[in-house]
């Protein structure tokens, strides 16, 4: 249906996605059919768009947009909403448009201040550091965490070596300027918020930051041992932050929930496609690590605030 030069009717679906954080093929196909409605002066229904035409413009609109360093990009959702209150068969592809080369955090800089920049810094360390343990593998932040990070402790290893170079004066916000910053990363498409109350990285804000994830979190401790704290999915090679993980810690073997019910059908075993062990099916990455981790401390007598910037790891 689309054509093979590239016209008006490509630069609107540009324009169209630049206008959303992200969108789904299922989202483009009322774009696609108003756009080739008007292409092509009969009206052109949303059933009418198919995979390929979808396909088509993405290809056409990355042509265009590489001189610009600026790619449209795809990955599955992790954790998709569900359906009549179970997860989807088959997740949706997200597609975003990201920046293939600048700082992700840079880009921020255009339309957020200096102390609002150290917030999400602070937010992605807790993400990322905090509550990304060899015991939990939480990769998120509850709503009272998130808003007790407005205000830097300056106990944190980037904490500490901001304020040696800003001075001795923390960088820090309001209660209602952060709950601002959150919804705004959120209608952005930089973060998602669960019913739960967690912040996570969307898939946009996966996507646009793989790269400085894997420089900033990966790295060699103080005894020149290497610490991946960004892990990826065996099955499909990207991030994980929402799945399940081998039983075994030292084992890299990681699995999107969607990706487990393939990889098992393929290898024809519910083993670890890395270690092969058991897979145990109840050991998470995500938001359902870190709540399981809180039921066990509520069980004890404690409450999941007193594991806030603990490392949920006591």
């Known amino acids: 249906m689309a054509g093979d030069g590239y016209d008006d009717s490509n630069r609107a679906f540009i324009q169209a996605f630049m206008a959303r954080s992200t969108m789904t093929f299922e989202e483009a196909k009322p774009v696609l059919a108003a756009i080739l409605s008007a292409k092509e002066g009969r009206q052109v229904l949303e059933g009418d768009i198919t995979q390929a035409d979808f396909t088509s413009y993405i290809t056409a609109a990355n042509a265009a947009l590489s001189p610009f360093d600026l790619e449209i990009r795809s990955t599955?959702?992790?954790?998709?909403?569900?359906?009549?209150?179970?997860?989807?068969?088959?997740?949706?592809?997200?597609?975003?448009?990201?920046?293939?080369?600048?700082?992700?955090?840079?880009?921020?800089a255009t339309t957020y201040t200096a102390d609002e920049i150290a917030f999400v810094k602070r937010l992605l360390d807790a993400m990322f550091e905090t509550n990304n343990t060899r015991r939990c593998e939480g990769m998120a932040v509850s709503s009272m965490q998130a808003l007790q990070l407005a205000r830097s402790s300056g106990d944190g290893r980037r904490d500490s070596t901001q304020q040696q170079t800003q001075g001795s004066s923390a960088p820090a916000l309001s209660m209602t300027q952060a709950e601002s910053v959150l919804k705004k990363l959120v209608e952005e498409g930089w973060l998602e918020k669960s019913?739960?109350?967690?912040?996570?990285?969307?898939?946009?804000?996966?996507?646009?930051?793989?790269?400085?994830?894997?420089?900033?979190?990966?790295?060699?401790?103080?005894?020149?041992?290497?610490?991946?704290?960004?892990?990826?999915?065996?099955?499909?090679?990207?991030?994980?932050?929402?799945?399940?993980?081998?039983?075994?810690?030292?084992?890299?073997?990681?699995?999107?929930?969607?990706?487990?019910?393939?990889?098992?059908?393929?290898?024809?075993s519910e083993q670890c496609p890395v270690c092969k062990a058991p897979w145990p099916g109840d050991k998470y990455v995500g938001e359902k690590a870190m709540t399981a981790i809180e039921r066990g401390a509520q069980g004890r007598g404690r409450t999941g605030n007193e594991l806030v910037g603990s490392g949920i790891d006591s």
């Open 76 to 108: 599955l959702h992790q954790a998709p909403p569900p359906v009549n209150g179970e997860p989807p068969a088959n997740p949706p592809r997200i597609y975003a448009l990201v920046n293939t080369t600048s700082d992700p955090l840079a880009q921020l």
């Open 195 to 268: 019913s739960k109350g967690y912040y996570s990285l969307s898939p946009r804000g996966l996507m646009e930051l793989r790269g400085w994830l894997v420089d900033t979190y990966n790295e060699e401790d103080e005894d020149g041992n290497r610490v991946n704290r960004i892990k990826f999915c065996v099955a499909c090679k990207e991030i994980v932050t929402v799945g399940q993980r081998c039983a075994n810690r030292d084992c890299p073997g990681r699995l999107h929930e969607a990706c487990i019910r393939n990889t098992f059908r393929v290898q024809r």
